[in-house]
């Protein structure tokens, strides 16, 4: 077992990793943890300036929502080609490949780092400074705090399961993630402009695809069956699909990931 995942070994090189963000990416992921604040100083010195009543005034909704949309992009677009892009050139790649860690201990890391520690850093601390401007703006809400106790799909329907809009949200960056981690390990060069181009080629394939599927099928059998569902299978059938497409692309790219790094070559 040793020779697959060791833990004493696997929490040293983890360790490493970590000091790693923390040098490579540290300044920008306090950026992005305080981003509600530099939005929110940002929009009330703007309402200062070109309001007409010439007052601190800040939407609440409106800076969370910025807030949080700019912090999650930046993130998504800087943090593999800066954290892990060095891997695919011949000096800093080929020191990392003489390190005595196995493929899945490395991927292991990669994907704790990656999908869950730094954007729930990143989360967390917008939820934790939109609190801290509702302590000095009392006209101030924190509307990111509201959405933890708030299902995604609240006075809608009981049959739907209650998903918390943060997990939501966490799960939406994390799938984006680690489509960027592979192809910063993939790409020698423009990383996050061959991911993004890449992701768009795939979308416009899968939707293509679903639309020779769908269009080679009869449209009266579709309704026939669509009307003849009643609604809990329906959402029964909608998420038993979400959750195997999503199962599927975390799967499909962490197992591109562990061969990527296992067959990575200078």
């Given at each position: 077992m040793s020779n697959v995942f060791n833990i004493k070994r696997f929490w040293k090189y983890f360790r490493f990793d970590l000091r790693n963000v923390a040098d490579r990416y540290g300044i920008s992921l306090i950026i992005f943890t305080i981003m509600p604040v530099i939005v929110y100083l940002i929009a009330g010195s703007f309402a200062v300036m070109f309001d007409e009543s010439h007052m601190w005034h800040v939407d609440a909704t409106s800076c969370a929502t910025s807030a949080i949309s700019i912090a999650l992009v930046s993130m998504v677009f800087s943090f593999s080609p800066k954290m892990y892009g060095y891997l695919t050139s011949k000096q800093g790649g080929s020191t990392w490949?003489?390190?005595?860690?196995?493929?899945?201990?490395?991927?292991?890391?990669?994907?704790?780092?990656?999908?869950?520690?730094?954007p729930g850093v990143v989360l967390l601390g917008n939820v934790l400074f939109n609190e801290v401007i509702t302590l000095f703006d009392h006209s101030y809400t924190n509307e990111l705090s509201i959405l933890f106790s708030k299902s995604f799909?609240?006075?809608?329907?009981?049959?739907?399961?209650?998903?918390?809009?943060?997990?939501?949200?966490?799960?939406?960056?994390?799938?984006?993630?680690?489509?960027?981690?592979?192809?910063?390990?993939?790409?020698?060069?423009?990383?996050?402009?061959?991911?993004?181009?890449?992701?768009?080629?795939?979308i416009m394939l899968f939707v293509l695809a679903i639309f020779l599927i769908f269009g080679s099928l009869d449209d009266d059998r579709i309704e026939d069956y669509l009307f003849s569902v009643n609604e809990e299978t329906a959402v029964f059938l909608l998420n038993a699909i979400v959750n195997v497409a999503l199962f599927l692309w975390f799967a499909v790219l962490a197992i591109a990931l562990f061969f990527r790094i296992k067959r990575i070559k200078y």
């Open positions: 490949a003489m390190m005595p860690v196995t493929t899945l201990e490395k991927l292991v890391s990669m994907l704790i780092i990656s999908l869950i520690l730094v799909f609240e006075g809608s329907t009981p049959l739907l399961v209650n998903i918390c809009p943060l997990f939501s949200i966490w799960l939406e960056a994390a799938e984006l993630m680690i489509f960027f981690l592979l192809g910063a390990l993939v790409f020698k060069k423009a990383k996050a402009g061959k991911s993004f181009l890449s992701l768009l080629l795939l």
